[in-house]
């Protein structure tokens, strides 16, 4: 991470476990500065904390519990758990503050910390710089007294409260019955509640990425390495498949014939049959910068439209909340139904295009493409140190290519805010033409890092 006087990336504080930013000191220290500034009011605060399943989560979680505890805050420990469950509890148990432990899609050696204000939202710019402030400047004459410190506790059958609120996003009267379904849960988050979901839904399942130990979230399973997936969707003859990533907030799918939808052909799915139900709001959805011109073609021919963010669910969710929209999200499959979530939720959109099979009665491969996508290619280069994208044969690099692609095309170079690389995306009608246009790109970009 490269942004070294700031905590906070594009979602919540990420980086390598007992490394800073994550480490136990640091961790303490959020806590605290989290607590002080949502500690108000005579009641008795309270925070809500859950965690996927990485090893780092024993370091962190009681390195903020401490943390909370010593502001006065009661804290809520619910354990393994989707990071929208974390949202929706935070929300309906009144909570001050949510928490989620997680790096999303990163490898195990990673970990995060997502804050979620008391409306299941994730925080804003002003609140996250708050919070720094009072890490930068010290807490030690803002602890609680001794009379008034916070007390831990468990909360029990929080699978149920979650596996509950997921089934009444699916319409009234339907099942899944006679369905076939893969569910790749990444040995993460959701690899308990999200097979029962399905199963009580009346799907026959198939579970895979179920056996977390620590260490092999995200590792050759989830929405970051699809192919398990698509492979156990033609093992087993299923009708669906459904990859998530290590908290659960994303998924890509995979139809009858074990080929791969993306979150742009999702999104579009649902923004037609809600447009259709009445039920669309804002006109059309928002995405990403990364989201597919195609898409943009597609619901513009279809009387809808398209708007674009930055890349992050935060500033999707912030631009729908302004604007009136309920559906948004990104192409990576992190979609946001805000008719029944505040943020994205793998499983919840997964069931929503569970729902327009059941309702059509139609295939998975005949109903999930909606559109023709342009060729576009999306290549990172990881670099150690300095700021290559500001040299200047980068930057005449860059000028060359969105020459070479034209009005046709599309180029978008972007520093991570998750990991040190810079992803480079381009698009356009000539396949030949994205990928070396990608490829010399990236080659300057590694030389100018070098």
Same mark, same amino acid.
């Given at each position: 991470?490269?942004?070294?006087?700031?905590?906070?990336?594009?979602?919540?504080?990420? !980086?390598?476990?007992?490394?800073?930013?994550?480490?136990?000191?640091?961790?303490?220290?959020?806590?605290?500065?989290?607590?002080?500034?949502?500690?108000?009011?005579?009641?008795?605060?309270?925070?809500?904390? @859950?965690?996927?399943?990485?090893?780092?989560?024993?370091?962190?979680?009681?390195?903020?519990?401490?943390?909370?505890?010593?502001?006065?805050?009661?804290?809520?420990?619910?354990?393994?758990?989707?990071?929208?469950?974390?949202?929706?509890?935070?929300?309906?148990?009144?909570?001050?503050?949510?928490?989620?432990?997680?790096? +999303?899609?990163?490898?195990?050696?990673?970990? !995060?910390?997502?804050?979620?204000?008391?409306?299941?939202?994730?925080?804003?710019?002003?609140?996250?710089?708050?919070?720094?402030?009072?890490?930068?400047?010290?807490?030690?004459?803002?602890?609680?007294?001794?009379?008034?410190? @916070?007390?831990?506790?468990?909360?029990?059958?929080?699978?149920?409260?979650?596996?509950?609120?997921?089934?009444?996003?699916?319409?009234?009267?339907?099942?899944?019955?006679?369905?076939?379904?893969?569910?790749?849960?990444?040995?993460?988050?959701?690899?308990?509640?999200?097979?029962?979901?399905?199963?009580?839904? !009346? #799907?026959?399942?198939?579970?895979?990425?179920?056996?977390?130990? @620590?260490?092999?979230?995200?590792?050759?399973?989830?929405?970051?390495?699809?192919?398990?997936?698509?492979?156990?969707?033609?093992?087993?003859?299923?009708?669906?498949?459904?990859?998530?990533? !290590?908290?659960?907030?994303?998924?890509?799918?995979?139809?009858?014939?074990?080929?791969?939808?993306?979150?742009?052909?999702?999104?579009?799915?649902?923004?037609?049959?809600?447009?259709?139900?009445?039920?669309?709001?804002?006109?059309?959805?928002?995405?990403?910068?990364?989201?597919?011109?195609?898409?943009?073609?597609?619901?513009?021919?279809?009387?809808?439209?398209?708007?674009?963010?930055?890349?992050?669910?935060?500033?999707?969710?912030?631009?729908?909340?302004?604007?009136?929209?309920?559906?948004?999200?990104?192409? +990576?499959?992190?979609?946001?139904?805000?008719?029944?979530?505040?943020?994205?939720?793998?499983?919840?959109?997964?069931?929503?295009?569970?729902?327009?099979?059941?309702?059509?009665?139609?295939?998975?491969?005949?109903?999930?493409?909606?559109?023709?996508?342009?060729?576009?290619?999306?290549?990172?280069?990881?670099?150690?140190?300095?700021?290559?994208?500001?040299?200047?044969?980068?930057?005449?690099?860059?000028?060359?290519?969105?020459?070479?692609?034209?009005?046709?095309?599309?180029?978008?170079?972007?520093?991570?805010?998750?990991?040190?690389?810079?992803?480079?995306?381009?698009?356009?009608?000539?396949?030949?033409?994205?990928?070396?246009?990608?490829?010399?790109?990236?080659?300057?970009?590694?030389?100018? #890092?070098?």
């Amino acid at each position: 991470m490269k942004k070294k006087n700031k905590l906070f990336g594009t979602d919540g504080i990420r !980086g390598p476990a007992n490394r800073e930013p994550m480490t136990a000191e640091t961790a303490l220290k959020v806590g605290m500065a989290a607590g002080l500034h949502f500690r108000h009011g005579r009641h008795r605060n309270r925070v809500l904390i @859950g965690k996927d399943t990485r090893l780092s989560g024993y370091l962190l979680e009681p390195a903020l519990t401490a943390g909370f505890i010593s502001m006065g805050m009661d804290v809520i420990l619910v354990g393994p758990m989707p990071t929208p469950a974390i949202a929706m509890l935070t929300r309906s148990m009144r909570c001050d503050l949510g928490v989620m432990l997680s790096a +999303s899609h990163n490898p195990f050696e990673d970990n !995060g910390i997502k804050l979620f204000g008391p409306d299941g939202y994730k925080l804003s710019d002003k609140v996250e710089r708050a919070i720094e402030g009072h890490v930068a400047n010290g807490m030690g004459s803002k602890l609680s007294a001794s009379s008034e410190i @916070g007390r831990a506790r468990r909360l029990e059958d929080v699978q149920g409260r979650y596996t509950e609120f997921v089934k009444h996003t699916f319409p009234k009267g339907r099942t899944l019955d006679g369905l076939r379904v893969v569910i790749d849960c990444a040995n993460g988050a959701a690899y308990k509640v999200a097979p029962e979901v399905l199963w009580e839904l !009346g #799907a026959e399942v198939f579970p895979i990425g179920v056996t977390p130990d @620590g260490i092999n979230i995200n590792r050759k399973c989830g929405s970051t390495a699809p192919e398990a997936m698509c492979d156990a969707v033609i093992e087993y003859r299923a009708d669906f498949g459904i990859a998530l990533d !290590g908290d659960a907030d994303r998924a890509l799918i995979a139809d009858e014939t074990g080929k791969l939808i993306d979150g742009d052909q999702l999104m579009a799915l649902i923004a037609r049959h809600w447009a259709a139900s009445g039920q669309l709001k804002g006109g059309g959805l928002v995405a990403t910068v990364m989201s597919n011109l195609g898409l943009e073609r597609y619901l513009n021919a279809s009387g809808l439209r398209l708007e674009r963010t930055r890349v992050g669910d935060r500033y999707v969710v912030e631009h729908m909340r302004e604007h009136g929209f309920n559906v948004g999200g990104e192409q +990576s499959g992190h979609i946001i139904l805000s008719d029944y979530i505040t943020t994205g939720d793998g499983l919840i959109s997964a069931l929503q295009v569970l729902a327009v099979i059941v309702e059509t009665g139609r295939r998975a491969s005949e109903v999930c493409r909606v559109f023709e996508p342009l060729p576009q290619l999306l290549k990172n280069v990881r670099y150690e140190d300095g700021r290559p994208l500001e040299s200047e044969i980068v930057i005449q690099a860059i000028a060359e290519g969105e020459k070479r692609l034209g009005e046709n095309g599309r180029l978008l170079i972007r520093e991570s805010g998750t990991e040190p690389v810079i992803r480079v995306m381009a698009e356009g009608e000539d396949e030949d033409l994205v990928g070396a246009v990608v490829d010399e790109i990236c080659g300057v970009i590694r030389s100018a #890092a070098a």
